[in-house]
């Protein structure tokens, strides 16, 4: 049997062919710019938010020898009776007795560490609290390492002038002024957000947040930085989790039937890409709780108490971090960092 040989096409068929191949080459590359670009105007926001994870997880790990060297300190700090002073998942609860600060001022000042505090001072909340919290932080808070205050109020030509000691700064924040207290406390995690991303981060390693209702009376120092840390709340720390005031309405995004602790949304901190999830988290939920005709029995500190809940803080500051001086039981508190300061919540607060 014999085969006929493949016939070879002429030149012209096969400049021909060349053309078609090349065409079609060409309109594939086409669709695909088309369909990538198509895709990228439907994907939902919430893979934006996962790419954003995914760069904030690459910073991470930049400073993740960094926050080894800071944590090492940790291995001095040392239990004291009568109090917790580790969790179940063995991060620190601090408390007076169960550190060197010395070798934390050390370990922050060889690491450079920055602090940014936020704290909101909206209506007559400035008038009422804002120098002393200001001056009295001035004598106590994270001496030695650099902060500025970032203040958020509706009245800038009314903030205090106060002495800085050198490497501190104050900068100030016009924001609006919201008719109910409760939305200007739930509304300050998207301006403290907001703050995180267009300045903070490019400036600071830590971001403390602060309510401005409070005076420091002692040492507020570097022993209290960490990557995540949230505060025990004065009045819960020694009640059963039966009584803790977690939202119970299971329409809210901050709805609980259990927890670790009861946290006091007064203080929370971290370093700045974990405090812009929590108060990004906090936001979303607030913001769908409306949208449902919904609102936290506690407002932010609710959805606080949720985000801590499952997202575990790496660091818990004891009650001495914010006390209030009312309570007759004292026999755990050594010494007073903060307390707060009166409140006249019938004159300050409106809504």
Known sequence: MSYKPFLQPPNSTKTILSSCSLFIVILSCISCFAMAFSILLIVPSHW??????????????????FTAHI???DKNIKARPLVQTFTSWKAPVIWEGMFDFNLFDQRHAEENSSVALTVFAVGRYLDAYL????TSAEQHFMLGLPVTYYVFT??????????????????????????????????RMRTISETIESEIRHKFRYVFCFDVDQEFKGRFGSEALGDSVALLHAHYYKLPKAQFTYDRNPKSKAFMETGDFYYHAAIFGGLWHNVKHLVD????????????????????????NKYFWIHKPSRLLSPEYCWDQSIWDKQDILVTRLVWAPKYYDTLRSG
Request: hydrophobic residues 40%.
């Open 281 to 304: 988290a906090c936001y979303l939920g607030i913001i769908e709780d409306k949208l449902n005709n919904v609102e936290a029995l506690w407002h932010d500190e609710s959805h606080l």
């Open 131 to 134: 120098k002393t919290f200001l």
């Open 154 to 187: 509706d009245s800038p030509e009314k903030v205090p002038n106060i002495i800085l000691a050198s490497q501190r700064n104050i900068k100030v924040i016009q924001v609006q002024k919201h008719a109910r207290w409760q939305d200007i406390s739930m509304m």
């Open 71 to 73: 944590n090492a300190v």
């Open 48 to 65: 934006y938010r996962y790419v954003d994870d995914t760069w904030v997880k690459i910073k991470t790990q930049e400073v993740e020898s």
